[in-house]
């Protein structure tokens, strides 16, 4: 089915290791996203990137890196996890931001 | 800047009920407002959007959504609710300046038999 795709669906990380969360989206949109969501506060912005080569930060990048890899991939790296960054994280991609996203279906990251 | 205030984290309604979940934006410039659902472990849908066509917008499973700009609204309503209604709902915001989506911060929505 069309849409876009996150791996993994869960992982466990110790505090001070790494990981990539990859997205793939085969909608030949122009515009990804990842977000984190947090009971109560909704979903926040990490980073986009409106076209393939370039990202941008949103409203909470600290602790985060991305890659646009191509038109389909958008990856998001964590360099060196912490307890705070335990979430759930959504990738989504949009032909144009106004007329909605299509998100995948999140990557649950605990932290401990 | 842009923002949107789901009033509400919890609304219970039975089955059969009126479901209404309010959602307030601020928006300096003509906004494009969404709904989304989330059902347990999965992600978010889109339920209906407003794009500055007719402010009575119509979305799947029976929901609707008005576009109040006197009272900077957005609220989402059905007549009947449905026990398969039960997720928790979002509403959102863009504008034509930017591709960035903002979301509330949820309105979790159950549905008692």
């Known amino acids: 089915n069309a849409g876009v795709t996150q791996t993994p669906k869960f992982q466990v990380l110790k505090t001070g290791q790494s990981m990539t969360l990859q997205c793939a989206q085969d909608?030949?949109?122009?515009?990804m996203y990842w977000y984190r969501q947090d009971p109560g506060m909704g979903l926040r912005l990490i980073y986009y990137s409106a076209s393939e080569g370039t990202t941008d930060k949103g409203e909470v990048p600290n602790g985060y890196n991305v890659s646009r890899l191509n038109k389909r991939e958008f990856s998001l790296r964590l360099e060196s996890a912490a307890p705070s960054q335990t979430s759930v994280y959504f990738c989504?991609?949009?032909?144009?931001?106004?007329?909605?996203?299509?998100f995948g279906s999140g990557t649950r990251l605990t932290v401990v | 800047a842009q923002s949107v205030t789901q009033l509400g984290s919890h609304v219970s309604v039975s089955e059969g009920a009126l479901v209404l979940l309010r959602c307030n934006y601020s928006s300096s410039v003509p906004p494009y407002l969404f709904w989304y659902v989330q059902y347990p472990n999965q992600g978010l849908q889109l339920l209906l959007k407003y794009t500055s066509a007719a402010t009575l917008v119509k979305g799947i499973n029976g929901f609707e959504a008005e576009f109040k700009k006197s009272e900077t609204s957005f609220h989402l309503t059905k007549p009947s609710a449905h026990m398969s209604d039960a997720a928790e709902y979002f509403c959102a915001v863009s504008t034509t300046n930017t591709d960035k989506l903002i979301f509330g911060t949820g309105t979790r929505l159950q549905v008692f038999p």
């Open positions: 909608m030949n949109h122009n515009s």
């Open positions: 989504a991609s949009s032909d144009q931001g106004t007329y909605g996203y299509t």
